[in-house]
Antibody, heavy 118, light 107 residues
Framework: QVQLQESGPGLVKPSETLSLTCTVSGASISSYYWSWIRQPPGKGLEWIAY???????NYNPSLKSRVTISLDTSKNQFSLKLSSVTAADTAVYYCARLPRLYWYFDLWGRGTLVTVSS | IVLTQSPGTLSLSPGERATLSCRAS???????LAWYQQKPGQAPRLLIYGTSSRATGIPDRFSGSGSGTDFTLTISRLEPEDFAVYYCQQYGSLPLTFGPGTKVDIK
């Protein structure tokens, strides 16, 4: 059974960099697209970025200047870095899998709440 | 592509039929429209992809239809576990976008 698990600090200070990792178990990270999506408390979903196992990436233009997505095939993990965070970046961050040919999200992690506060 | 969903909230009783709408700001190929269900404290779950294809394990009371800019998710007979928020998503063009959601709650 394929599972995704987010990990990282739950509290980040304003202006610092948010760093999260998604560990994939039950399947190889090679062969799929992998993505980050976030959801501010009580609000809707926002796609952040995706990465293919080849290293090809794509970012939401609204966040592109502050986001880096990367992967580590040896650890079967992919990661998110979001720089210069503000309170507006407080959200539940989900990692998710996309089928190879289409960009919908067929498998999600449980999500992790990241709060930006001093 | 901006997606709008209506109504914002749908109040229904178990056993009733739910019809949820998703409208796109420009045409979306039927190949590239998905629906998700989200319950409180949980991650979204894929229900429908390609406008009308049910994801693995999704009961047949869930169905999707539509084309162009207008898409619909129908729940034929609401079960107690169906009360949740539903989001549509387009994946025909980047950036990938979601609608704001429709909450289906118990009347």
């Amino acid at each position: 059974q394929v599972q995704l698990q987010e990990s990282g600090p739950g509290l980040v200070k304003p202006s610092e960099t948010l760093s999260l990792t998604c560990t994939v178990s039950g399947a190889s990270i090679s062969s799929y697209y992998w993505s980050w999506i976030r959801q501010p408390p009580g609000k809707g979903l926002e796609w952040i970025a995706y990465i293919y196992y080849t290293g090809s990436t794509n970012y939401n233009p609204s966040l592109k200047s502050r986001v880096t997505i990367s992967l580590d095939t040896s650890k079967n993990q992919f990661s998110l870095k979001l720089s210069s965070v503000t309170a507006a970046d407080t959200a539940v961050y989900y990692c998710a899998r996309l089928p190879r040919l289409y960009w919908y999200f067929d498998l999600w992690g449980r999500g992790t709440l990241v709060t930006v506060s001093s | 592509i901006v997606l709008t969903q209506s109504p914002g909230t749908l109040s229904l009783s178990p056993g009733e039929r739910a019809t949820l709408s998703c409208r796109a700001s420009q045409s979306v190929s039927t190949t590239y429209l998905a629906w998700y269900q989200q319950k409180p404290g949980q991650a979204p779950r894929l229900l429908i992809y390609g406008t009308s294809s049910r994801a693995t394990g999704i009961p047949d009371r869930f169905s999707g239809s539509g084309s162009g800019t207008d898409f619909t998710l129908t729940i034929s007979r609401l079960e107690p576990e169906d009360f949740a928020v539903y989001y549509c998503q387009q994946y025909g063009s980047l950036p990938l976008t979601f609608g704001p959601g429709t909450k289906v709650d118990i009347k």
